[in-house]
């Protein structure tokens, strides 16, 4: 029963870090849009050098959670 709780629970944790952390690079790769301007429909694309670094977190959050 014990095995059972522990393994419920990890998966519960890593869910929910996996959770944090891409929310975490998707607010970096966003980084300059102001939730007024999500609002109004004027979202902004960010540039081509912040997409690159949010992918390479991305890949390197993905290699280090396995």
Do not use: E
């Not at 095995?3 to 975490?24: C, D, P, S, Y």
């Amino acid at each position: 029963m014990n095995m059972l709780i522990n393994m419920f629970t990890k998966l519960i944790a890593r869910k929910a870090m996996n959770w944090g952390i891409n929310k975490g690079v998707n607010s970096f790769a966003r980084k300059g849009d102001q939730p007024d301007d999500q609002i109004a429909g004027k979202k902004q694309r960010p540039n081509q050098q912040t997409q690159d670094v949010a992918k390479r977190i991305k890949n390197l959050n993905r290699m280090t959670r396995r």
